[in-house]
């Protein structure tokens, strides 16, 4: 769950100051997928009908600006990750993104906001939201029809982007063939925009005379016995769990049943936060405690070759039974069931915390 309601002029971000309402983009449910795409239809028919009235030409099948099977095919993509836009508990937009994170490259393919919802900021501060939800993203690119005013004011105006290419029968994008392209109208010309993102993938920590040394968060998560993976519920929640793990390879390792909360939020996003804190410390005749704390930003994910999972799963069993004779009983009751986790860590960075 990503919340966002205030922007101003940044030179990283591009934004204009202006106070915004608070959305939150939730990954879009599989029961909500009709409405989704039935959303977005009447979206971007109203756009047109507002620009030149009832003009059926610009339609790709019948009275839709948007065909449902773009909007499908844009939905299903591989890297695709779709979420709803919610402002007060009601669904007022709808926003597809796909993610290349070798590239730290993403694409805008899809933004909505209903029509009665317009004119009060929603659009930018979904977009606000898209960029505080990948930070590690660092180039952003989207197209819109050459016609589309209102989008271009959006996209350059409110967001940041810069055109960068003008589409047309002579040029136009990898995408699209040369046979389709040599067949297009005025109507079909594309503008292409693109935001480069110049700044640091995670906020650096506001007390960092407190910041522990890397080396030593990497201790602390050797010793630790249990923490806190927190990832995005159901409803857009946080959702947070206690759970032993281990920390191996330089990774995080948790195990879990085969359904559940958990699972079915990591699915939908695979990014997600662990926390640990070691043995709390009292100095002789203080009352307040000293404790070190480690927070690890990074991603989720199922562990699906089975010697590995082995592997891990004896290593977690390992750390918590007293004996190889109880870690192997434990291994040949649950193993078979158990899904093992792998968690990649993006960032991590500790802190010691002084009550006093």
Same mark, same amino acid.
């Given at each position: ?56 030409? /610009? ?207 990591? /699915? ?45 799963? /004896? ?42």
């Amino acid at each position: 769950m990503i919340r966002t309601n205030t922007i101003t002029r940044d030179n990283n971000y591009g934004y204009v100051s202006m106070k915004l309402p608070e959305v939150i983009l939730v990954p879009l449910q599989p029961e909500d997928r009709e409405q989704f795409i039935l959303d977005n239809q009447w979206a971007f028919k109203y756009g047109a009908q507002q620009e030149f009235g009832m003009r059926d030409n /610009r339609c790709e099948e019948g009275e839709e600006v948007i065909s449902r099977s773009t909007i499908e095919h844009s939905i299903d993509g591989e890297t695709a990750e779709t979420y709803r836009i919610i402002l007060d508990g009601q669904k007022v937009g709808g926003v597809v993104i796909t993610i290349d994170l070798e590239k730290a490259k993403g694409d805008l393919e899809l933004l909505f906001v209903l029509p009665e919802c317009h004119s009060k900021g929603i659009g930018q501060a979904a977009w606000k939201a898209v960029e505080a939800l990948h930070p590690e993203i660092r180039v952003w690119e989207t197209i819109t029809p050459y016609f589309e005013k209102r989008n271009i004011h959006f996209y350059v105006n409110r967001c940041g982007f810069q055109v960068v290419e003008f589409w047309n029968k002579h040029q136009h994008g990898p995408a699209v063939p040369e046979e389709e392209a040599g067949h297009w109208s005025e109507d079909d010309e594309m503008l292409v925009f693109r935001k480069v993102v110049d700044r640091p993938p995670f906020r650096p920590m506001r007390r960092f005379k407190q910041a522990l040394p890397e080396e030593t968060c990497y201790r602390i998560l050797e010793n630790a016995y249990r923490g806190f993976l927190s990832v995005n519920g159901d409803g857009g929640y946080p959702y947070s769990i206690p759970l032993n793990f281990v920390f191996e390879d330089g990774k995080l390792y948790f195990h879990c049943a085969r359904e559940g909360h958990k699972l079915d939020a990591i /699915r939908a996003c695979n990014k997600a936060c662990f926390t640990v804190l070691d043995e709390p410390e009292k100095e002789p005749g203080d009352w307040w405690y000293h404790v070190n704390s480690v927070i690890c930003f990074g991603r989720v994910a199922i562990v699906t070759d089975e010697r590995e999972r082995m592997v891990r799963l /004896r290593s977690l069993a390992g750390k918590y039974f007293p004996s190889g004779y109880d870690t192997e009983a434990d291994i040949h009751r649950n193993g078979p069931n158990a899904v093992v986790l792998a968690f990649t860590i993006d960032h991590i960075s500790g802190k010691a915390v002084r009550e006093k």
